[in-house]
């Protein structure tokens, strides 16, 4: 009669211990879906700015931007060119004047969905100038042409649309 209930607990034991091993496995499996990863992001490519110069001119302009950040540093380049020439002269469509560039370290980035927002500081010439660290935020969009990024640094805003490359994260 004791060989019984010690088989029959047996039994119970060995029936409990798969189940016991699948919950402790759906366990780990649902804590390494929620577990939180430096988030990392990297592009690079050529935009054009919305609106260019803005009124009442509206002068084009062309940018070259590249970013990367992994495991809590990153770097930020962005190099704004306008035309030689006024629209409709010769050379209106060679972007080789250089009226803006910002280098600087990204200290931080939050994604959520379709969007990375960066922030940083950089020192940046040309238009807001200025050698000292300026705080700047950028948002981007995944993708490639079609894509979008936002810089802000130094009061001022630029809404850019990816002509060129790849946003990735």
Do not use: H
């Not at 992001?41 to 001119?57: H, N, Q």
């Amino acid at each position: 009669m004791l060989n019984n209930v010690k088989r029959r607990k047996l039994s119970v034991w060995l029936a409990t211990l798969p189940a016991a091993g699948l919950a402790a496995g759906l366990t780990l499996s649902a804590q390494a879906g929620t577990a939180k990863q430096d988030p990392a992001i990297r592009g690079a490519g050529t935009t054009m700015a919305r609106g260019g110069t803005g009124a009442p001119e509206f002068k084009p302009i062309i940018t070259k931007f590249a970013f990367s950040y992994r495991g809590s540093q990153g770097g930020f380049e962005c190099l704004a060119l306008a035309p030689v020439a006024p629209a409709g002269k010769p050379g209106s469509g060679n972007f080789l004047t250089n009226v803006m560039y910002v280098t600087g370290t990204i200290s931080s980035v939050r994604i959520a969905g379709d969007t990375a927002v960066m922030k940083g500081s950089a020192s940046v010439t040309g238009l807001g100038a200025g050698v000292n660290k300026k705080p700047f935020t950028a948002t981007a969009t995944r993708g490639g042409p079609g894509a979008t990024l936002v810089l802000t640094v130094s009061g001022l805003t630029f809404k850019e649309i990816v002509l060129e490359g790849q946003i990735v994260f």
